[in-house]
């Protein structure tokens, strides 16, 4: 008994400067939210902070480094220097909120059905502003990508991301950085793994088709043509999926 209470002590003693770090991290990124620290605004120095904070500089400096895995700080080095507001790129942001959307699926938080049905809203607007605002490079960029789709000779992992570098580069037909941003993270979060998933029942071929009727639609600035065709592609996902996530709990059940 005393031995399990040893250990649950050590245990809550770790656990402890872990909350405490991850306290002041979370307000000193409050701060830089909302507005109280500006971009490019110079923080105390650590051992400012620890006295402010009332902790110890390791604890500051492990608080530190979770802000920095987030871009929202930098350091300088040199005179002048010190550690910085940063103002994260759109790269940094897309792959913050990348790695936590992995994360979540795999956890099991999103099904293969809530994906395609959330593609499937996303992507028809994405459709409708890339017939009315692609331009040549837009398409030339849907092509080469579908150009490797229709190699049959590639393998389903170069498929997969040539898959989904086609449909990054319908949105960034859009022309539209919210939606360009929002699909390229859920493009790269969760479309390759459900790839994965559902590869060994989806045809290559027939999705080379709907890629291309697309393709026809935006080239052509056929509205109509395109989102039938988006459409048709994501209720064939959906059947797919569907089949996928039945094989999947049967693999489960048996094991």
């Not at 830089?32 to 490019?40: A, P, T």
Request: hydrophobic share 40%; aromatic share 8%; glycine share 6%.
């Amino acid at each position: 008994m005393s031995d399990a209470k040893t250990l649950q002590e050590a245990e809550a003693a770790t656990e402890a400067p872990r909350n405490i770090t991850r306290q002041i991290a979370d307000n000193i990124r409050d701060s830089i939210l909302n507005g109280e620290l500006k971009i490019d605004e110079r923080l105390s120095t650590e051992d400012e902070l620890a006295e402010h904070y009332a902790v110890s500089v390791p604890t500051i400096r492990e608080a530190l480094k979770r802000l920095a895995a987030q871009h929202l700080i930098r350091s300088k080095r040199g005179p002048g220097g010190g550690i910085f507001v940063n103002r994260p790129s759109f790269g940094q942001a897309r792959e913050n909120m990348v790695g936590i959307m992995m994360l979540l699926s795999s956890l099991g938080s999103f099904s293969l059905i809530d994906i395609a049905e959330f593609r499937h809203d996303i992507g028809l607007m994405c459709v409708k502003y890339a017939v009315q605002r692609r331009t040549d490079d837009d398409l030339a960029a849907l092509e080469r990508e579908l150009a490797l789709q229709e190699d049959a000779s590639i393998s389903d992992v170069d498929f997969c991301a040539a898959d989904v570098r086609f449909h990054q580069a319908l949105a960034q037909a859009t022309g539209n950085s919210v939606y360009g941003f929002f699909l390229q993270v859920l493009l790269e979060a969760l479309i390759p793994p459900a790839n994965m998933v559902v590869f060994k029942f989806r045809d290559r071929m027939l999705i080379c088709g709907f890629h291309r009727r697309i393709l026809l639609g935006i080239y052509s600035r056929n509205e109509r043509t395109a989102e039938e065709a988006f459409s048709e592609l994501m209720d064939y996902l959906r059947t797919k999926y569907a089949e996928a996530q039945d094989w999947r709990r049967t693999l489960d059940a048996k094991s």
